[in-house]
């Protein structure tokens, strides 16, 4: 069965450095992949989108990397802030668009200042 | 003005009630979600409709139902609640190109609604 695997052990540093979150998934062909960010009690905020034919995306301290040989996604967070703290979800679609998108179950990142 | 809004925020039932959330969007947006979330278990996607008259099924669809009554207002219904339907619910619009159109899908989410059932 298609199964997407999020670290769901919160991901603990500091201040300062690189924070890199792991998306794995399998029995799955995705063309994109999202990745999204969840404060408590919200509802998630739409951050990036890579598709299957690119290797890196970047977007100010965010970059995403997407290998589909190793079907997985990196979410790599630099030079982190504690108001980077929150919960991560990655989430998979499919080109066609008849299906809709599939999420991971979130890793929490905390960021000690 | 929120462009996905939710009611009520926040609600307690009893076992057996009968209750609706409702969504509404001003996105403008075809494709409207209800998912559910609880701790450690992620998103779940209960329904979808791609537009008012193509409604489809989630992964967790039982003892759900849904209705789309227009391209903004797609409403969650609960027949009987029963404990185990107490959750997190959020509605999530958005509008899918693919790769022709640019390819995007972003989700735009509702402020959720948190359901507890005694």
């Known amino acids: 069965s298609q199964k997407i695997e999020q670290n769901s052990e919160a991901l603990n540093i500091q201040e300062g450095k690189t924070a890199t979150l792991t998306c794995n998934y399998t029995n799955y062909s995705p063309a994109y992949l999202q990745w999204y960010r969840q404060d408590p009690g919200r509802g998630p905020v739409f951050l990036l989108l890579?598709?299957?034919?690119?290797k890196e995306k970047r977007k100010e301290r965010l970059k995403v990397t997407f290998d589909t040989t190793l079907k997985q996604s990196l979410f790599h967070i630099t030079a982190s802030q504690p108001a980077d703290s929150a919960t991560y979800l990655c989430a998979l679609g499919v080109d066609t668009g008849r299906r809709a998108l599939t999420f991971g179950s979130g890793t929490r990142l905390q960021v000690q200042p | 003005d929120a462009d996905v809004t939710q009611t009520p925020r926040n609600r307690i039932t009893k076992t057996g009630k009968r209750i609706m959330l409702e969504c509404s969007q001003t996105?403008?947006?075809?494709?409207m979600y209800w998912y559910r979330q609880d701790p450690g278990l992620g998103l779940r996607l209960i329904y979808y409709s791609f537009d008012v008259k193509d409604i489809n099924k989630g992964e967790i669809s039982d003892g759900y139902s849904v209705s789309r009554q227009a391209q903004a207002k797609f409403s969650l219904s609960l027949e009987s609640a029963i404990p185990n339907q107490t959750a997190l619910y959020f509605c999530?619009?958005?509008?899918?190109?693919?790769?022709?159109?640019?390819?995007?899908?972003?989700?735009?989410f509702g402020p959720g609604t948190r359901l507890t059932v005694l």
């Open positions: 996105k403008g947006h075809d494709r």
């Open positions: 999530a619009t958005s509008d899918f190109a693919g790769v022709a159109g640019g390819l995007r899908d972003e989700q735009f």
């Open positions: 890579i598709r299957e034919n690119e």
